[in-house]
């Protein structure tokens, strides 16, 4: 969608579970610096980086300097996040986004200043405009903040504040509010099927995803974290404290509860911005005890996993096989061929296929199927491409078999099928 035009994305966004924020960035970061993998990647890659640069601001500006270090370095060394450095997808820069907005309701904290709350604004407005879970990451900011200023709430002062400063947010979402509610009701009704309901399994999943897929880093972090939490009545700001941990748990919790009762939207994904508040409580635990022979021999064991996930990560291919689906392609069809792609996918074999005399569409050929189970008027030749995880109401393969002959090839996460009519 970002190689279309402006109007073109914000007009068809809608169509998606996401905001056309994304997708407008993206659009202008190509038509700067090309159209290139490298290039369209390159903008999740940059956030990563930054990200990295904004938990060690955050975690000096909360604790001290060490602290700050370890934290920086578990987020660099993150699977979770190296993996979504790679994607042409707004995660990484959600991330960077939500740990910058957190930074600056820090500074709220300790200084509730005008100018603090400006930069907490321009900050967050992208935030909840580049994933719908921004405005997950909005309300669990504003649990903190009413757990925080409870026993002062009335309408004058800082917590009066903080409501104006909600309020400037709303105002902000308001053009975009009546289509994000028609996107929850398509997806509530069925019509874009795009998350299942999570289970106790789906949250501790989204933290073992935060911990490398290791239980053993994810014990350390928790127990590290746990240790973060002593002697917390001794500092300046006990309440960022407290902050770090609703900002880990909130998010997940928020998105749980929604899914159960109104409709699924759980997406571990979407929670990448929650991961940088486990890596500062597990860095600041880490700097907390007292030898440093053990600290030291304790940070080299999480790196230690955190470098096996990545030997295990970089070696092999995780990503579906598009463009290599489209090489075979260009490679072995004729002219005029169909090439049925299952729906919502066409758009990422068209970025690699490079002949233009082809036909893409899978309407002629699944809806038939799948409607009445009878067999259309096919053409002689003609691809089927789906993604192996693909929930089909019908498979060609299964019903044109007597028919056909069926030629298939292997590809990572794909599956590619030519059919040749038997004469």
Same mark, same amino acid.
């Given at each position: 969608m970002a190689l279309t035009q402006p109007l073109h994305i914000i007009?068809?966004?809608? #169509?998606? $579970?996401?905001?056309?924020?994304? =997708?407008?960035v993206e659009h202008y970061w190509i038509k700067g610096l090309g159209q290139?993998? =490298?290039?369209? /990647?390159?903008?999740?890659?940059?956030?990563?980086?930054?990200?990295?640069? $904004?938990?060690?601001?955050?975690?000096?500006?909360?604790? /001290?300097?060490? #602290?700050?270090? $370890?934290?920086?370095?578990?987020?660099?060394?993150?699977?979770?996040?190296?993996?979504?450095a790679q994607e042409a997808r707004p995660y990484a820069l959600l991330s960077l986004l939500t740990v910058t907005s957190f930074l600056f309701l820090a500074e709220l904290v300790r200084r509730p200043a005008g100018q603090t709350a400006g930069k907490y604004v321009l900050v967050t407005i992208p935030l909840i405009y580049i994933h719908p879970y921004g405005l997950i990451v909005v309300a669990a900011q504003n649990l903190f903040m009413f757990l925080q200023w409870r026993p002062k709430l009335s309408f004058s002062?800082?917590?009066a504040r903080w409501i104006s400063i909600q309020f400037a947010l709303l105002l902000a979402y308001s053009p975009w509010l009546a289509q994000f509610a028609i996107?929850?009701?398509?997806? /509530?009704?069925?019509?874009?099927? =795009? =998350?299942?309901? &999570?289970?106790?399994s789906s949250v501790l999943g989204t933290f073992l995803e935060f911990a490398n897929l290791s239980r053993y880093l994810l014990g350390i972090m928790i127990l590290l974290s746990i240790v973060a939490f002593g002697g917390i009545r001794t500092y300046k700001y006990p309440s960022l404290h407290a902050m770090l941990s609703i900002w880990l748990v909130a998010p997940a919790a928020i998105a749980f509860l929604v899914s159960w009762l109104f409709t699924p939207i759980y997406d571990t994904r979407g929670l990448i911005g929650s991961s940088p508040a486990l890596y500062i409580l597990a860095a600041h635990g880490l700097c907390k005890l007292h030898s440093r022979y053990f600290q030291a021999g304790l940070l080299v064991i999480m790196l230690g996993f955190c470098g096996e996930a990545l030997w295990y990560y970089y070696p092999n291919v995780h990503k579906d096989d598009w463009r290599g689906a489209a090489g075979i392609i260009a490679a072995q069809a004729h002219q005029g061929d169909t090439l049925c792609v299952v729906e919502y996918y066409d758009d990422a074999l068209r970025f690699y296929l490079t002949r233009t005399d082809l036909i893409v569409g899978c309407k002629d050929i699944l809806e038939p199927l799948a409607q009445s189970g009878k067999l259309p008027a096919l053409p002689d030749r003609?691809? !089927?491409?789906?993604?192996?995880?693909?929930?089909?109401?019908?498979? &060609?393969?299964?019903?044109?078999?007597p028919q056909y002959?069926?030629?298939?090839?292997?590809? #990572?996460?794909?599956?590619?099928?030519? !059919?040749?009519r038997k004469q």
């Open positions: 007009n068809n966004a809608g #169509t998606d $579970v996401h905001s056309p924020a994304f =997708y407008l290139s993998d =490298y290039s369209i /990647r390159l903008l999740s890659v940059f956030s990563s980086v930054l990200t990295v640069a $904004v938990t060690f601001a955050l975690s000096k500006r909360i604790f /001290r300097a060490d #602290t700050a270090t $370890v934290a920086a370095l578990l987020v660099a060394a993150s699977e979770f996040h190296l993996r979504l002062g800082w917590p996107q929850l009701s398509r997806v /509530r009704n069925g019509v874009l099927p =795009y =998350y299942a309901l &999570p289970t106790a003609f691809w !089927f491409l789906h993604q192996n995880n693909a929930a089909l109401n019908s498979n &060609p393969r299964e019903q044109l078999g002959f069926i030629s298939k090839f292997d590809l #990572t996460g794909l599956q590619l099928s030519l !059919f040749e």
